[in-house]
Structure formats: structure tokens, C-alpha cells
């Protein structure tokens, strides 16, 4: 059968958050209460794990279930037209309050909150006349990690993520920082470690499989076709993060 590459899935961007969780099918009501979601496809393996995908305003977001000890709880930026209506539908939903939506110094409203599953949800409406980062969706993955300078220079390697802004305290602690991997924004400041798990579509999986081994990835899985039209690698950085690089098909 002839396949044409077509590297990015219809509807996805680069990089795609991947929510691992024990009980997904709290995770997908509590998405669809709080934020909206609409869950657009659903599979299970032959192990009996559950596979969705959901969409959110602008953005795609996968997840799944795992067992007890093995979550990979993540952040996430939302970009919303009203933070403080956001946050009382996710409490309302169940969410536990993390901040409740304050006015911040750099030009927008944010709160936050955990999720039932453990993920952890930024609320954020932007000040009128406050201009967001080009390419930044209603979802943005935000990385909690110790050295994120050393993260970035991996991701800079591995990527070829373009660094767009790096904001210090006087300690030299980064407070926030984003970079630029193909078409998707990636965020980070240095928190207490959550190890996170992201789909990465790009080109050749083979090629930037390659790239992020030689930055120093450990590799999980060797590129492989998958039966569901991707052909697939998985890396794990030095963090504990994990990168499924993957190039659709289109079969």
C-alpha cells in the first residue's frame, strides 16, 4: 500500500500534552464539565488501556490510563476568555483550588487548580491590549523542573527549540521561560519535579529520533510503524520526560 508522508495528524500541532493517569475516564468528565472538552477519538489495547483524545478551544490534548504509581501528572497554560468562570466551573467539577484568580504583574488574570487525577490547570485571561507569544494556544504544556536552563539546552539540542524568552529572579532561578518547538510553544519554570509525557509529530521521527539520542535521550523504542498510521520512537530525557516522535502516515 502506497503511504503519503504527511508528518502532522489533521488538527495537532507539534507537541501535544500526554495526561498518563489511573482513572482517565475522571480525567475526560472532568475536562468535559470544567473546560468544555470534546473527546474526538477513543481505542483500547489489547492490554485494556484506554487511549483518548480530547479537544480544548484551539487545542489537542491525549491521555490515558495507567496503573496505580506509574501517573505522570502535567501543567497546563489555558488561555480563556474569563478566568474567574473557568476556575468556578473546575471546583465546581472537582477540582481542588491551587490560587484563586488574582491580576498579575506581566498583563493577565490567572488562578489555578488539581484536578481530580493530580494535573495541575493555570487559568489565564490576558489584560486588554496585552499581546500573548505568536503560535500560543488555548493549551500550553508549562514543565515544573529543578535546572531548566540545562532543560532548555536539551530541547534546544534534541528539538531544535527556539529559545523566546528566559526571565530570572536575582538568584538566578528562572521563573518562566518559553521556547518554540515547530509550530507549538512549550513553557517551564523551576518547581518541584513533575515528569511529563508529550507526542511530538514532526517530518522524520527517524531523523529527530537520532538528533535527541545524540543530545543525550535514552531511547525507549527504536522508530517503528504502529497500526494506527503513525510511525513512532520514544525517548526519555534527562528529567524523566518522555517524547513519543512521531510522523503520520496518512495511510
Known sequence: MTMTMTGVRGGFTTVTPYLSVVEVERLVRFAEEAFGA?????STG???????????????LMCGDVAAGRERPLALHMYVP???AVYQRALAAGAESLSAPQDRPYGERQGGVKDPT????????????????????????????????????????????????????????????AL????????????????AGFYLYVPDAD???RQAVAAGARSLLTPADQPYGDRMAVVEDGWGNTWCIATHLGR
Open 38 to 42: 470534546v473527546e474526538t477519538g477513543r
Open 118 to 177: 493530580g494535573n495541575i490547570w493555570y487559568m489565564a485571561t490576558r489584560f486588554p491590549g496585552v499581546q500573548g507569544v505568536e503560535g500560543m494556544r488555548t493549551l500550553t504544556p508549562y514543565l515544573h523542573h529543578q535546572n531548566a536552563l540545562g532543560l532548555i539546552d536539551f530541547l534546544k539540542q534534541a528539538f531544535s527549540a527556539q529559545e523566546l524568552g528566559v526571565y530570572k529572579s536575582p538568584e538566578g532561578r528562572v521563573m518562566h521561560a
Open 180 to 195: 518554540r518547538i515547530g509550530d507549538a510553544i512549550v513553557e517551564m519554570g523551576e518547581a518541584e519535579p513533575m515528569p
Open 207 to 209: 531523523a529527530l529520533y
Open 82 to 84: 474569563d478566568a474567574d
Open 46 to 60: 489489547g492490554s485494556g488501556h484506554v487511549h483518548c483524545e480530547l479537544r480544548i478551544g484551539d487545542s489537542m
